[in-house]
């Protein structure tokens, strides 16, 4: 099994920034690529989780979209990118691990990403998966008032205990209520995740303050075998953003996540860990 553990974090240079990525698994299996959303680092992709996908026979990439982690931060709102850079950012990491094509994971706002790559370079997808995202089109319903309710105010970024209370509470609101949310390994994983990131305050606000240019892409347009994945206690995009997302792509399946919000709580692994296997060429969970 030690070919399926992490092979450790990484820098490197790639679209004149710098990119902090990690592997799971054998470089010669089938290669998944997570994404994940607004603020998030790698780290929200646990790494028992990515460890799992790879012993079903996959090599498995995670990293620090800008902004968040280790990768490159920009000065607090300005971040010099939009969503076609990050999405450069995503080919750049499996150009710089010599993988010609992958299985796109997109999580929230990386939805976006996956969208430009799927449109742009579709020689690059094997297929993709959207989990907790949105075609974004009129007449959807808006995030939950019980959501609103429950983010506290932005905190110092200077206060790293506040931002840690912060992003807690932030996570737990997200989660809509759901039975699965367990708040002891939130806490645990945003405390590493606040130590290692390079600069919290541009984390905080600047993918809220980049140029959404991915949306010109329809979505009709994506030829790649798709998964759409949706918490039916999602507070941020309700369910039908993931009903509708699935009906937009052509050929598209939906797997709801019974008792999951605008998240991937672990109980529910062991339904989400079979279909991503199946849908991206089969394997042992």
């Known amino acids: 099994m030690t070919d399926h553990l992490s092979h450790g974090e990484k820098l490197v240079e790639i679209n004149d920034v710098e990119l902090c990525f990690e592997t799971f698994g054998n470089p010669a299996h089938p290669a998944i690529l997570l994404i994940d959303g607004a603020t998030a680092s ?15 026979d996959r090599f498995v990439i995670r990293y620090d979209n800008r902004d968040t982690g280790r990768s490159t931060s920009y ?3 300005r971040p010099g990118y939009t969503f076609t850079d990050l999405a450069g950012d995503a080919l750049g990491i499996l150009d710089a691990l010599h993988v010609e094509r992958a299985h796109i994971v997109c999580r929230s706002m990386s939805g976006g990403i996956g969208l430009v790559i799927g449109v742009d370079h579709p020689d690059r997808v094997e297929s993709l998966t959207f989990v907790s995202t949105s075609t974004g ?13 429950g983010i506290p105010a932005r905190p110092d ?4 205990g506040a931002v840690v209370d912060f992003l807690v509470a932030s996570a737990k609101a997200c989660s809509g209520g759901s039975p699965y949310f367990d708040e002891t390994a939130t806490r645990a994983l945003v405390e590493r995740d606040v130590a290692r990131t ?5 984390t905080l606000v600047n993918h809220y303050a980049m140029t959404f240019d991915g949306s010109s892409r329809d979505v009709a347009s994506v030829k790649a075998p798709t998964l759409v994945v949706h918490g039916d206690h999602d ?3 309700p369910l039908p953003h993931g009903r509708a997302l699935r009906d937009a792509l052509p050929g598209a399946t939906l797997l709801v996540l019974e008792g999951a919000g ?7 692994w062991d339904v989400f860990l079979p279909a991503l ?9």
Do not use: F, N, Y
């Open 42 to 56: 790698m780290l929200w992709w646990e790494a028992e989780l990515c460890e799992q996908i790879a012993r079903g």
């Open 157 to 160: 970024p200077a206060d790293s």
């Open 137 to 149: 089109e009129d007449g959807l319903p808006p995030p939950s008032d019980e959501l609103t309710s």
């Open 262 to 268: 605008h998240d991937l709580p672990k109980p529910l």
């Open 198 to 202: 390079h600069d919290i305050a541009a």
């Open 75 to 77: 000065p607090p709102g």
């Open 277 to 285: 296997l199946q849908h991206t060429g089969g394997g042992r969970p």
């Open 235 to 237: 507070p941020v995009l």
